[in-house]
């Protein structure tokens, strides 16, 4: 499956983005899909994760309360919505896929993870 992200760009803090991962060349429903972030000189950190089927997520402890998974099988799309946006966010984002089970995506990616999209930077200005 191939995999691509968009809908990153500069925003204010306290603003909001919704990213879009949208995949081709398999069906999405296939796989649980995640959200990582990298930002300049840290470690990829894993945010939020969504099940096969929509009915399980994860929230990390930086995105809780703020940040928000959701899928639509049928048109083969995964979102992030972000809220209240701060600077800390700022960073590239990604969606990832793994043929393995949920916790294997969402808590064992440092493995190594078999699909992923090419990131989109999200800049949030003070």
């Known amino acids: 499956v191939q995999l691509q992200a968009s809908g990153g760009g500069l925003v204010q803090a306290g603003g909001s983005l919704r990213l879009s991962c949208a995949a081709s060349?398999?069906?999405?429903?296939?796989?649980?899909i995640g959200w990582f972030r990298q930002a300049p000189g840290k470690e990829r950190e894993g945010i939020l994760c969504?099940?096969?089927?929509?009915?399980?997520?994860y929230t990390s402890d930086s995105a809780k309360g703020r940040f928000t998974i959701s899928r639509d099988n049928a048109k083969n799309m995964v979102y992030l919505q972000m809220n209240s946006l701060k600077p800390e966010d700022t960073a590239v984002y990604y969606c990832?896929?793994?043929?393995?089970?949920?916790?294997?995506?969402?808590?064992?990616?440092?493995?190594?993870?078999?699909?992923w999209g090419k990131g989109t930077q999200v800049t949030v200005s003070s």
């Open positions: 990832a896929a793994h043929p393995g089970g949920f916790e294997r995506l969402c808590f064992q990616y440092k493995y190594g993870l078999d699909y």
């Open positions: 060349g398999s069906t999405l429903g296939d796989y649980p």
């Open positions: 969504i099940s096969r089927s929509g009915d399980r997520t």
